[in-house]
Nanobody, 118 residues
Framework: QVRLVESGGGSVQPGGSLQLSCRAS????????MAWYRQIPGKRRERVAF???????GYAESVQGRFLISKDSAGDTMYFQMDNLQPGDTATYYC????????????WGQGIQVTVSE
């Protein structure tokens, strides 16, 4: 099992920045790739960025150029630097780890709230 714990959410004004962190523990050797998802009430959870063990990354068009996903050298902590935040980024953000292969078991964090408003 892999346990994921997010931190770093909060409230900011439009144009502000936040950094989310996700620390993985347990069978971290099983992690194939990690990702950040977000969910707005009443809408489906959407993937906004992912990072492979190789370091390759991908972003949703809505956050491309504003958000940056990274991992520490040990690979156990993932970060999400979010700049130029806008009200449309308000959501609960979830850390996700996919294990063993692209279609492997998935572990989720508990979710953390990000609110962008005046």
């Amino acid at each position: 099992q892999v346990r994921l714990v997010e931190s770093g959410g909060g409230s900011v004004q439009p144009g502000g920045s936040l950094q989310l962190s996700c620390r993985a523990s347990g069978d971290t050797w099983r992690i194939y790739y990690m990702a950040w998802y977000r969910q707005i009430p009443g809408k489906r959870r959407e993937r906004v960025a992912f990072i492979m063990n190789s370091g390759n990354t991908g972003y949703a068009e809505s956050v491309q150029g504003r958000f940056l996903i990274s991992k520490d050298s040990a690979g156990d902590t993932m970060y999400f630097q979010m700049d130029n935040l806008q009200p449309g980024d308000t959501a609960t953000y979830y850390c996700c780890a996919v294990l063993e292969n692209m279609a492997g078991p998935t572990s989720w964090g508990q979710g953390i709230q990000v609110t962008v408003s005046e």
